[in-house]
């Protein structure tokens, strides 16, 4: 069973600190991986794709992937209120095409 | 562009009662997606279509049925409603012919319930 682990949280966070978010993965032969940010009542909204190891900067946010650990992040910078929300993580699975979910990190940003 | 869309937004059956939820996308993409979502349990694959023509299983399909009527409408149907698919369900969509193209983007979701 392929699966995506997120620890459920709540992660608190002061605002104007980093957040960092966590992810592991069951299946070496996942190649992308994606987060997605899910406002309480909202559908999942994509914030940040990762194809390679290593950084990717967008703006605040910043992933990271280790292939070698199985292992994915994403960095929030100087956290704001408004980033208070449930980040799901996601691995693509190049065996059926499919996404294979984590159920989520509920993270709040208190000011 | 609307991208994804979905009716209704909120619905209550009683059990046994049938119904469809629509999905439509008007981003030209090929393949479509309808999840589950439950509190504390991510999101879960009901059935997909890779592309128009074709559907497949996911890994919760047992009480549902779904037609892809065209490129830009996949529906999901429940005949016979049960209180275990109270749920939110959101519709997806994916563009395999982009660059990579494996990110999915999600319609706002129809929020059912069934006393």
């Known amino acids: 069973q392929k699966e995506v682990e997120q620890n459920s949280g709540p992660l608190s966070v002061p605002e104007g600190a980093i957040a960092s978010l966590n992810c592991t993965y069951s299946?070496?032969?996942?190649?992308?991986f994606f987060w997605y940010r899910q406002y309480s009542g909202k559908s999942p909204e994509l914030i940040m794709s990762?194809?390679s190891n290593g950084d990717k900067e967008d703006g605040r946010f910043t992933a990271q992937l280790n292939k070698a650990s199985q292992y994915v992040s994403l960095l929030i910078r100087d956290s704001q209120p408004s980033d208070s929300a449930t980040y799901l993580c996601?691995?693509?699975?190049?065996?059926?095409?499919?996404?294979?979910w984590g159920a989520g990190t509920k993270l709040i940003i208190k000011p | 562009n609307a991208g994804v869309t979905q009716t209704p937004k909120f619905q209550v059956l009683k059990t046994g009662q049938s119904m469809t939820l629509q999905c439509a996308q008007d981003?030209?993409?090929?393949?479509m997606y309808w999840y589950r979502q439950d509190p504390g349990m991510g999101l879960r694959l009901i059935y997909y279509?890779?592309?128009?023509?074709?559907?497949d299983k996911g890994e919760v399909p047992n009480g549902y049925n779904v037609s892809r009527l065209n490129k830009r409408e996949f529906s999901l149907r429940l005949e016979s409603a049960a209180p275990s698919q109270t749920s939110v369900y959101f519709c997806?969509?994916?563009?395999?012919?982009?660059?990579?193209?494996?990110?999915?983007?999600f319609g706002p979701g129809t929020r059912l319930t069934v006393t």
């Open positions: 997806a969509s994916r563009n395999t012919q982009a660059l990579g193209g494996y990110e999915q983007y």
């Open positions: 981003m030209n993409h090929n393949s």
């Open positions: 279509s890779a592309s128009e023509g074709t559907t």
């Open positions: 299946d070496r032969g996942s190649q992308s």
């Open positions: 990762i194809y």
């Open positions: 996601a691995a693509f699975m190049d065996s059926n095409y499919q996404l294979i």
